[in-house]
């Protein structure tokens, strides 16, 4: 499903020069859950984001579906962003100035999707997380767990086949983290691919792999 | 897709209440300033009541005599002896009107004087310009010709002077400046913007006082030629040019020489700018490259601000671009959504502009700050504002956005 050859990632500033990953191979299969792990800054957001097309390897390559998109120019990337993946971010990203069921529909807007339909399927992902009763509320009004689902709900409208998240759980508590957890496995059970990093050693024990990264480089 | 852009947009700006009220006041002001300054221009210079010839006129204002072996120089209207040898004699014109610039009278009632602006005009007065006759009629060629006593007045002037008692003034009598004239016709007044038709009264010019035998060429009136139609202008005006060739350079007025003279027949807005600005055209370039800069930069700093504005306001938006970009919005795409959420606010701008124009000119014309003002707003203007409001929103919106819109996802998902 997504396979990395050689990457490597190096941050250039004027005065340093970061290594951030470092000849990283590995393949996730489609229908697997794999989890990252590894000590902060050692490179898990910057290989999720690698994967995730939303930041380019210095050096290496990317295939997602057998398709190498080193080539692509923005318009594909986006495309190809739009139809295959989906995130799930730390600290949520919802829009702030649209009510839940408008930031559900965000993915299904950059498709020929007609309003009807988007109204639809976002409903459906929000029933999905258990919050089709919060639509017409807007993010400030929610809490992080809530905040969260309705992040995932965004992240799986437009039916991804992955789905990537960088500590999804990370600014919850235990029981909003498994909660979250439980909808992710559920995703996973119903064939979406799914990559998430976590500080979590009970967490990552419920995923099917665990990759552990050291200072940029994969150890496990 | 459009309606989701201008919800965001709608809810950006209830978001930002200073940032809405900086840039509609921008535009708005902008635009009003410039719709209310145009509606005065055409107010000024437009083809209006009563003046509702003047795009197939021509007006012959003032007289130049210049003395050049002393350097001196007079200037004024014409005299009738002149309008009547030179200018009513010509071929072109429908019509030559004439009428006296402004004098001043005063009239009686009950004791408190009005003060009164009169003319002495002729009969073709009547028919170059477009007065509508509320009672009554205007004065014929025969009571020029006898000098009857009579007069036209304004139905303000009515008000004032007779009690309203439902009777026709028709017939009843006037007393200016212990001289009695019988009204024999009530028109709706002229704005005193118009000097050539503004007045209270208007009498024959052959009633006494009106010193109409005054003069070889200068006096105090002036003519207005009015063609068939508005493609006779040229032809009008060189027959005008040749009239004028034919007359000797030299004479006497008024006991002193001249050595020459020079006349002009102009359209209505070009005499108007004479007035201003006299014969010499480097002040009148030099004036409208003031007012182009003027406005130049009227519409240049709400502009300038809007995209300062914008910068910033985008900036604060990374985040959601971030998120577009990482649901699969491209670049292309996120340019579009920010340059319609500018023009929609520029739309907003321009709506709030009508009303405040309306409301202006409808407060100018009910404030008696000019009699008989009729300030309208002009819809070629009001577009072309518009236009030109899209245009500062486009560029203060495509600059920002541009950079917003190139922005690396994982930065904007950062700040
Ligand atoms: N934009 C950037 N410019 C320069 N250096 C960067 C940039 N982003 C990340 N880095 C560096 O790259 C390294 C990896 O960062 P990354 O965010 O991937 O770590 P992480 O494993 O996700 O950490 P955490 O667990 O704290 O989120 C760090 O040393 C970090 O300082
Ligand atoms: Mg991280």
Same mark, same amino acid.
């Given at each position: 499903?997504?396979?990395?050859?050689?990457?490597?990632?190096?941050?250039?500033?004027?005065?340093?020069?970061?290594?951030?990953?470092?000849?990283?191979?590995?393949?996730?299969?489609?229908?697997?859950?794999?989890?990252?792990?590894?000590?902060?800054?050692?490179?898990?957001?910057?290989?999720?984001?690698?994967?995730?097309?939303?930041?380019?390897?210095?050096?290496?390559?990317?295939?997602?579906?057998?398709?190498?998109?080193?080539?692509?120019?923005?318009?594909?990337?986006?495309?190809?962003?739009?139809?295959?993946?989906?995130?799930?971010?730390?600290?949520?990203?919802?829009?702030?100035?649209?009510?839940?069921?408008?930031?559900?529909?965000?993915?299904?807007?950059?498709?020929?999707?007609?309003?009807?339909?988007?109204?639809?399927?976002?409903?459906?992902?929000?029933?999905?997380?258990?919050?089709?009763?919060? /639509?017409?509320?807007?993010?400030?009004?929610?809490?992080?767990?809530?905040?969260?689902?309705?992040?995932?709900?965004?992240?799986?409208?437009?039916?991804?086949?992955?789905?990537?998240?960088?500590?999804?759980?990370?600014?919850?508590?235990?029981?909003?983290?498994?909660?979250?957890?439980?909808?992710?496995?559920?995703?996973?059970?119903?064939?979406?691919?799914?990559?998430?990093?976590?500080?979590?050693?009970?967490?990552?024990?419920?995923?099917?792999?665990?990759?552990?990264?050291?200072?940029?480089?994969?150890?496990? | 897709?459009?309606?989701?852009?201008?919800?965001?947009?709608?809810?950006?700006?209830?978001?930002?209440?200073?940032?809405?009220?900086?840039?509609?006041?921008?535009?708005?002001?902008?635009?009003?300033?410039?719709?209310?300054?145009?509606?005065?221009?055409?107010?000024?210079?437009?083809?209006?009541?009563?003046?509702?010839?003047?795009?197939?006129?021509?007006?012959?204002?003032?007289?130049?005599?210049?003395?050049?072996?002393?350097?001196?120089?007079?200037?004024?209207? /014409?005299?009738?002896?002149?309008?009547?040898?030179?200018?009513?004699?010509?071929?072109?014109?429908?019509?030559?009107?004439?009428?006296?610039?402004?004098?001043?009278?005063?009239?009686?009632?009950?004791?408190?004087?009005?003060?009164?602006?009169?003319?002495?005009?002729?009969?073709?007065?009547?028919?170059?310009?477009?007065?509508?006759?509320?009672?009554?009629?205007?004065?014929?060629?025969?009571?020029?010709?006898?000098?009857?006593?009579?007069?036209?007045?304004?139905?303000?002037?009515?008000?004032? #002077?007779?009690?309203?008692?439902?009777?026709?003034?028709?017939?009843?009598?006037?007393?200016?400046?212990?001289?009695?004239?019988?009204?024999?016709?009530?028109?709706?007044?002229?704005?005193?913007?118009?000097?050539?038709? #503004?007045?209270?009264? #208007?009498?024959?010019?052959?009633?006494?006082?009106?010193?109409?035998?005054?003069?070889?060429?200068?006096?105090?009136?002036?003519?207005?030629?009015?063609?068939?139609?508005?493609?006779?202008?040229?032809?009008?005006?060189?027959?005008?040019?040749?009239?004028?060739?034919?007359?000797?350079?030299?004479?006497?007025?008024?006991?002193?020489?001249?050595?020459?003279?020079?006349?002009?027949?102009?359209?209505?807005?070009?005499? #108007?700018?004479?007035?201003?600005?006299?014969?010499?055209?480097?002040?009148?370039?030099?004036?409208?490259?003031?007012?182009?800069?003027?406005?130049?930069?009227?519409?240049?700093?709400?502009?300038?601000?809007?995209?300062?504005?914008?910068?910033?306001?985008?900036?604060?938006?990374?985040?959601?671009?971030?998120?577009?970009?990482?649901?699969?919005?491209?670049?292309?795409?996120?340019?579009?959504?920010?340059?319609?959420?500018?023009?929609?606010?520029?739309?907003?701008?321009?709506?709030?502009?009508?009303?405040?124009?309306?409301?202006?000119?409808?407060?100018?014309?009910?404030?008696?700050?000019?009699?008989?003002?009729?300030?309208?707003?002009?819809?070629?203007?009001?577009?072309?504002?518009?236009?030109?409001?899209?245009?500062?929103?486009?560029?203060?919106?495509?600059?920002?956005?541009?950079?917003?819109?190139?922005?690396?996802?994982?930065?904007?998902?950062?700040?």
């Amino acid at each position: 499903m997504i396979k990395l050859q050689n990457v490597e990632k190096v941050y250039r500033t004027s005065s340093v020069e970061t290594l951030a990953l470092n000849n990283i191979n590995l393949t996730v299969n489609k229908g697997e859950f794999v989890s990252i792990m590894g000590p902060s800054g050692c490179g898990k957001s910057t290989l999720l984001n690698i994967m995730g097309l939303l930041d380019e390897p210095s050096q290496g390559h990317i295939e997602i579906d057998g398709r190498r998109v080193e080539s692509y120019q923005d318009q594909k990337l986006a495309r190809l962003r739009n139809e295959k993946l989906g995130f799930i971010f730390q600290s949520f990203h919802l829009i702030n100035d649209l009510s839940v069921l408008d930031n559900v529909e965000i993915p299904l807007l950059y498709r020929n999707t007609s309003a009807k339909e988007r109204r639809e399927l976002a409903r459906e992902a929000l029933e999905k997380v258990g919050l089709s009763n919060r /639509m017409k509320h807007f993010p400030k009004q929610l809490s992080g767990g809530q905040k969260q689902r309705v992040a995932i709900a965004r992240a799986i409208v437009g039916r991804p086949e992955i789905i990537l998240a960088d500590e999804p759980t990370g600014n919850l508590d235990s029981v909003m983290g498994n909660e979250i957890l439980a909808i992710l496995q559920k995703l996973n059970a119903d064939g979406a691919t799914i990559i998430m990093v976590t500080h979590d050693d009970s967490m990552a024990r419920q995923t099917h792999r665990l990759i552990r990264l050291f200072d940029g480089t994969q150890v496990q | 897709m459009i309606l989701n852009y201008i919800k965001i947009a709608w809810k950006v700006l209830l978001r930002h209440p200073f940032y809405t009220f900086i840039t509609l006041f921008g535009i708005s002001i902008t635009l009003t300033v410039l719709m209310v300054v145009t509606s005065f221009m055409d107010h000024l210079l437009g083809v209006h009541y009563p003046e509702g010839n003047r795009d197939r006129s021509l007006f012959v204002t003032s007289v130049v005599q210049k003395d050049t072996t002393r350097s001196s120089r007079s200037s004024s209207p /014409m005299s009738v002896r002149f309008i009547q040898t030179y200018l009513k004699t010509m071929q072109t014109p429908e019509r030559v009107g004439m009428t006296s610039m402004f004098t001043f009278a005063n009239a009686y009632v009950n004791g408190k004087r009005i003060k009164l602006f009169t003319k002495y005009t002729d009969a073709d007065f009547w028919r170059v310009c477009t007065f509508e006759f509320l009672d009554g009629k205007p004065f014929a060629e025969q009571q020029i010709k006898t000098g009857d006593q009579v007069v036209v007045i304004t139905d303000d002037f009515q008000k004032q #002077y007779f009690e309203d008692d439902g009777k026709t003034v028709i017939g009843r009598e006037v007393e200016i400046e212990g001289l009695r004239y019988r009204v024999i016709g009530v028109v709706k007044g002229s704005p005193a913007t118009r000097p050539y038709s #503004y007045a209270d009264v #208007y009498f024959p010019y052959t009633v006494p006082k009106s010193n109409y035998e005054r003069g070889n060429m200068r006096g105090n009136f002036i003519a207005i030629l009015m063609a068939k139609d508005k493609s006779e202008l040229t032809t009008m005006q060189s027959e005008f040019q040749q009239a004028m060739s034919r007359i000797p350079q030299s004479g006497t007025e008024y006991g002193s020489k001249y050595t020459n003279f020079t006349i002009k027949a102009e359209g209505y807005a070009d005499q #108007y700018m004479t007035s201003f600005f006299g014969d010499d055209d480097s002040r009148r370039v030099f004036f409208f490259t003031a007012v182009a800069i003027i406005l130049l930069m009227f519409m240049g700093l709400p502009a300038l601000n809007l995209v300062n504005v914008n910068v910033g306001r985008m900036m604060e938006r990374a985040s959601e671009i971030g998120v577009r970009k990482a649901f699969g919005a491209p670049a292309k795409t996120l340019l579009y959504q920010f340059i319609v959420e500018n023009i929609f606010i520029t739309f907003i701008g321009g709506s709030l502009a009508l009303v405040f124009s309306f409301v202006i000119i409808q407060l100018i014309n009910n404030s008696g700050w000019i009699a008989y003002a009729d300030l309208a707003i002009n819809p070629t203007v009001f577009l072309v504002s518009l236009a030109v409001c899209f245009l500062f929103g486009l560029l203060s919106g495509v600059l920002p956005a541009f950079r917003m819109s190139k922005l690396k996802i994982v930065d904007a998902l950062k700040s």
